[in-house]
């Protein structure tokens, strides 16, 4: 492709800046045109981003403006819809996390980009990163020996107003709660690490906030090649951190952060008699923290070249149904669910909704 990218955002909320960020710091691609249900939320976003074209609907955007991809930054109700008009008008698209509130939607959305010749990527800038790419280096070729257990947090605090936006906590229009919303990124990122997951046997909890939704869940997560791992994900944790420790035959590699990390936030920690290995095991000197910014280069590189999408952006399904797997599980009450029993589950491709215990003094 030799010209520039001509870019468009849908849904000019707080996201958003991390996408037009990117699209200016990428020199072939231009952000044309946004959209928004609220006109004046639109014209003040584009007024920061050197005033691309505001439309009042996506489909007035996509016919006048016939964008290269489109930047999907609404809530997850919305993005199926959304992202099927745009493949349907030629655009490429890139979808927040996560990607749709149900395994059906995402997959007509896959359907949608694979009838159409275009690609689909998600958001999950965790995995982006000199740090995390060689961490999966690493681990994938066996120089720290077989990974054993891990460990993998997203404890993050959410207070009562955060869940008193209209959206929020209701299986109808957020999809899920703090598994869905919040952890689906660590779980990406321990995926991304590990490769394919098994099973899963989990539960949801409600501890403290006034949702219909969890604000805290706990699973057992198998992975390919025998590995273990234990899932924490909360709302209601003061001290916030994302964490994540994966214990190998030869090391222990940990990240602990946020919302991004970098170099400093990761360790890599040889077994007795291994420190001498451990000098081939260090981070490059090199360094990029991980970010939307290089998670849109990878993709849009890959759109200009006409190849496959990077493994910073590829498999959009694969944490998404690590957590429908956690929401199944719940639903059967600790179930185990493997990738073949939720390949044909008769409720969880449809949507998440499951039964949820409640803690809460009031309630017990």
Not at 166 to 185: C, N, Q, S, V
């Amino acid at each position: 492709m030799a010209t520039p990218l001509r870019c468009a955002i849908v849904g000019t909320g707080a996201v958003a800046h991390f996408h037009a960020r990117a699209v200016a710091a990428y020199p072939d691609a231009q952000l044309v045109a946004v959209s928004d249900l609220s006109r004046d939320a639109a014209e003040a976003f584009a007024a920061h981003w050197a005033d691309p074209a505001v439309y009042d609907t996506l489909e007035e955007m996509l016919a006048a403006e016939q964008p290269d991809v489109v930047l999907v930054c609404t809530p997850p109700g919305a993005h199926a819809d959304q992202a099927v008009a745009a493949f349907a008008a030629g655009a490429h698209v890139v979808v927040e996390k996560p990607p749709a509130p149900s395994l059906d939607e995402l997959d007509r959305m896959r359907d949608a980009a694979e009838a159409a010749g275009r690609q689909l990527a998600v958001v999950f800038q965790q995995r982006t990163g000199t740090a995390a790419a060689h961490a999966r280096g690493l681990l994938r070729s066996g120089a720290l020996g077989h990974p054993l257990i891990a460990v993998c947090q997203t404890l993050w605090y959410r207070d009562p107003a955060y869940f008193a936006v209209p959206w929020r906590g209701a299986w109808e229009t957020e999809g899920g709660g703090t598994t869905l919303g919040h952890g689906i990124h660590q779980l990406d990122l321990l995926a991304f690490l590990l490769g394919d997951w098994t099973s899963v046997q989990a539960r949801l909890w409600r501890l403290d906030r006034e949702t219909q939704t969890e604000d805290a869940s706990t699973a057992t997560v198998t992975f390919a090649g025998g590995v273990v791992a234990q899932i924490v994900t909360s709302a209601v944790s003061p001290r916030e951190v994302s964490s994540i420790r994966i214990d190998t035959q030869k090391a222990t590699v940990t990240v602990d952060h946020v919302y991004g990390h970098g170099h400093e936030n990761w360790r890599i920690t040889p077994a007795p008699g291994f420190e001498e290995d451990a000098e081939a095991w260090q981070l490059p000197e090199a360094e990029e923290r991980s970010d939307h910014a290089p998670l849109l280069r990878d993709v849009f590189d890959a759109l200009r070249a006409g190849t496959p999408l990077p493994p910073t952006a590829d498999a959009p399904a694969r944490s998404l149904e690590l957590v429908a797997a956690i929401y199944a599980s719940a639903a059967g009450d600790g179930a185990v669910i493997t990738p073949e029993v939720l390949a044909t589950h008769p409720t969880h491709r449809q949507g998440f909704a499951s039964p949820v215990t409640d803690l809460r003094p009031e309630h017990a």
